[in-house]
């Protein structure tokens, strides 16, 4: 399997201009998330799906973020309008959530997006 | 309040020199506790998970071992191919709480 898929893997892009990040989870696994990572805060989760339904998606910053996944098999992340602040590295991770042993659900990550935001 | 901690934030060993790396957590109802490695401008790789107090995981140079407020990973007679970020994370329900690392080096 060729694991978590996330393009691109480095977007620079000016403040106040959109910005799309999509990911690809490994065939077969129910269960998306997308975290963001930063020196100061580390990995923080933004949002997750499970069977393509956002779950929970308080750790999302504002409204300028927001998530979709249309299918099985691909989601993005859009940031609009973009703002210095959100420059950090995104991950996407996905796992095979199986009901009463949730502790076995491994998460599996992307290469991640470098996001930089001018 | 952090929920979980990671200490030391950096280690420094020399090649062979073993030591340990602490993650300590104040969740209750822990379901799972996992341990990830990151190379720089990679994501997180998956090591291990343990599930209760007592409970003990190794994979070459790496054993992780869990009690009911922490795990510790030792390692034992390092390389430098060792030299990463490990990341803890506890699971009480679906997503996973990180910690903000440990950065080791390992020194031939």
């Known amino acids: 399997d060729a694991g978590v898929i996330q393009s691109p893997r480095h977007e620079v892009t000016e403040m106040g201009q959109e910005v799309t990040l999509r990911c690809k989870p490994i065939s077969g696994h129910n269960s998306l998330f997308w975290y963001r990572q930063t020196m100061m805060r580390g990995l923080e989760l933004l949002i997750y799906f499970n069977n393509n339904v956002p779950i929970d998606d308080s750790g999302m910053p504002e409204d300028r973020f927001s998530a979709k996944m249309p299918n099985a098999s691909f989601s993005t992340l859009k940031i609009q309008p973009s703002e210095p602040r959100d420059s950090a590295v995104y991950f996407c991770?996905?796992?095979?959530?199986?009901?009463?042993?949730?502790?076995?659900?491994?998460?599996?990550f992307g290469a991640g997006t470098r996001l930089s935001v001018l | 309040e952090d929920q979980v901690t990671q200490s030391p934030e950096a280690l420094r060993l020399q090649e062979g020199e073993s030591s340990s790396l602490n993650c300590s957590y104040t969740v209750s109802g822990l379901r799972g506790l996992f341990w990830y490695r990151q190379d720089p401008g990679k994501g997180p790789e998956f090591l291990f998970t343990?599930?209760?107090a007592g409970e003990e995981k190794e994979k070459e140079r790496l054993k992780a071992t869990l009690t009911k407020k922490e795990s510790f990973l030792h390692i034992t007679a390092p390389k430098p191919e060792d030299s990463a970020t490990y990341l803890c994370?506890?699971?009480?329900?679906?997503?996973?709480?990180f910690g903000k690392g440990t950065r080791l080096s390992v020194i031939a």
């Open positions: 994370a506890v699971q009480i329900n679906t997503p996973l709480v």
């Open positions: 343990l599930y209760s």
């Open positions: 991770a996905s796992s095979l959530r199986t009901s009463g042993e949730l502790a076995k659900n491994i998460q599996y």
